[in-house]
């Protein structure tokens, strides 16, 4: 039997673990703009992709060109991704909103720094919470991943990539400011020891691909642009053929599918950590760097006498309902410390209706929120 | 020998299980546009899959639906950022960036040097017809000083931006001008700019008698097409006036032609080195 091989361990930025997962997981073009706190993805790309067979990096002249280039880039079957920080984001959300009307797979790595504006250039924050679920025009469907050490960068960026490629939509992976920078050690996993998803491309004819199909999971196959199979791809709504259309059933039926193919597969996509959750009376819900500060201060409870756990959200939208839902039936209280003024806290408090009493943690000074903050609500029960 | 006529060319190269007609007014001068292009593209033997279509938001942004190629209708001003990227991806496809004036130039004006600085080997088509057309007449960076528009009731103050300068300073390495009037010679700078490495500019001016003939001198399209048959003059014809002559004609022609290599097939050279050290173990 051959032995299982080792896992190759390295010290890293998170940032520097974001590149690693993009890596493993196929991606071979980047497109961005540089900003703080997300730049070491853009550098690290720069060096990595030109070295790479098929790899390409490329700076653009701003982040709407970035979208612009990576949405280019997937349409011919790359995997594809930006990364980039607050003022960079709101640039980005016109095109972002163009990659779900057009159901083009791409990776935005958002590395949230303090706002409103050019704000807080270095400052840890988690104010982009609400941009990332509303921030482009219309109603749609986001997926929103988080992730909340070194490690997690790595993974995460792996399952942005699988998501945006198994529903054909943009994934965006928001990250703070102190995750990103800091330095830990992790494990490279082996080929073969993760899930590497790519989209579905058409098996029929090209005379027979309509490129908007309905399909049992809602997302239809696609080609890469150049292929043969010539079809037409719009921001505008369009039916099935990729033509542009304003009659209300073919309107419904696109609005329908691109809310449905998300809607369906929640249990796919709602991640979370559950820390000590069976049988807490007090548990708190968060996410990002933040979170590891929630999960000593519910170790410090538990050595207290206080029943707490941790709901960690991995996924931050679809909101993790279920998951949520089960706690509600036993802990009396939830705690939902985050640094912004309340963003996650306003979903929590929809899907809690009541139940349990909900005491928010808010900072928006550019400081972290620490364990003791948080234990001392945990202690009020 | 084939005796098909041109019609039956571009018959070829429609979408058939598209819903006609078109959204196009009688007369517009973009429709003779993407005539040109397509004719072009038979004459160069380029197979349709090849062809990559990449167009903004505004009437010349429409014109991608309507094509058998690879076609895709980006967001306002940002057609060229789609088309880099797609070019990148994938050298061996033909990309085209079909741009309004006020796409191209306005809101799509950053994108517009950097392309040409770098020298993306797409071939960028701008349809010039001086106005914002799709939005109803407003103006343009294209807008000629004293005309009126809808947002500019007194007359245009701003000085009108001439294309052909513009890329020629950004570095683009092949730039003309055409108008829908002089057809065959836009069909010859057409075939040009599609055959050029690196980053090509067409300026096409295509009336708009909707929008702006009829708000400044030009009652119908015959009105217009005739102001572009008086106006244009060949660049080298142009070049010899004198200047108090120049003021009422516009050049068309090829402005530069610098034959330098697209920025992809640099990078991909570039790339191919790394890959052989590598396999050599070097670093
Ligand atoms: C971000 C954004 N701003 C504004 C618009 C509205 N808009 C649609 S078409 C257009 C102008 C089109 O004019 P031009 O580019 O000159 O093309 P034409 O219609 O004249 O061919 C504008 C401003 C838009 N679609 N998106
Ligand atoms: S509004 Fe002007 S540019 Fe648009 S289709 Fe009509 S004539 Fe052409």
Known sequence: MPRPKKRTEIFALGNEAVVEGALLAGCTFFGGYPITPSSEIMEIMATRLPRMEDGVFMQMEDEIASMGAVIGASLTGRKAMTATSGPGFSLMQENLGYAVMAETP???????????????????????????????????????????????????????????????????????????????????????????????????????????????????????????????????????????????????????????????????????????????????????????????????????????????????????????????????????????????????????????????????????????????????? | MSNITGNEIIHQYLRHNKKFPHVLCAG??????????????????????????????????????????????????RALSFATGIKMSNPKLHVIALMGDGDALSIGGNHLIHAARRNIGVTAMILNNNIYGMTGGQSSPATPEGSTTMTNPYGQLDHSFDTVELARGAGANYVARGTVFHVNRLEKIMMEALERPGFSLVEAITPCHTQFGRKNKYKSPVDMYKWLKSTAIPVERYNELPENKRADRMPIGVFVDRGKPGYEELYYARQENFLKQAAKGGK
């Open chain 2, 28 to 77: 517009c001068g973009h429709g003779i546009v993407l005539g040109t292009l397509i004719r072009s593209i038979h004459a160069l033997g380029i197979p349709k899959d090849d062809v990559v279509v990449v167009a903004g938001i505004g009437c010349s942004g429409r014109l991608a639906v309507y094509v058998d190629f690879n076609t895709v209708h980006t967001t306002h001003g």
């Open chain 1, 106 to 381: 791409m990776v935005l790595v958002n590395v949230m720094r303090g706002g409103p504006s050019t704000g807080l250039p270095t400052s840890p924050a988690q104010g982009d919470v609400q941009q990332a679920r509303w921030g482009t025009h219309g109603d749609h469907p986001i997926i929103v991943l988080s992730a909340s050490n070194v490690q997690e960068c790595l993974d995460m960026t792996i399952t942005a990539f699988n998501m945006a490629e198994k529903y054909r939509t943009p994934v965006i992976l928001l990250l703070d400011e102190v995750t990103s920078h800091t330095r830990e050690k992790i494990e490279l996993p082996n080929e073969g020891e993760y899930e590497v998803f790519s989209r579905t491309v058409p098996s029929m004819p090209p005379e027979w691909y309509k490129p908007y199909e309905e399909t049992v999971r809602g997302v239809p196959p696609m080609p890469p642009i150049g292929s043969g199979y010539r079809f037409h791809v719009t921001g505008l709504t369009h039916d099935r053929n990729g033509f542009p259309t304003q009659r209300p059933e073919e309107v419904v039926e696109l609005m329908d599918r691109i809310h449905r193919k998300i809607d369906q597969f929640f249990y796919d996509i709602q991640l979370v950590e559950e820390i000590m959750t069976e049988d807490c009376d007090v548990c708190v819900i968060a996410y990002g760097s933040v979170a590891r500060s929630a999960e000593l201060a519910v170790q410090q409870a538990r050595s207290n006498g206080v029943k707490a756990g941790l709901l960690k959200l991995m996924t931050l939208f679809p909101y993790p309902r279920r998951q949520t839902e089960k706690i509600l039936s036993h802990a009396k209280t939830l705690v939902v410390p985050e640094m912004n003024m309340g963003q996650m806290s306003r979903e929590v408090k929809r899907v809690n209706m009541g139940h349990a009493a909900v005491r928010t943690i808010n900072r928006v000074d550019g400081q972290i929120v620490t364990p003791s903050e948080i234990l001392k609500v945990i202690m009020q029960g």
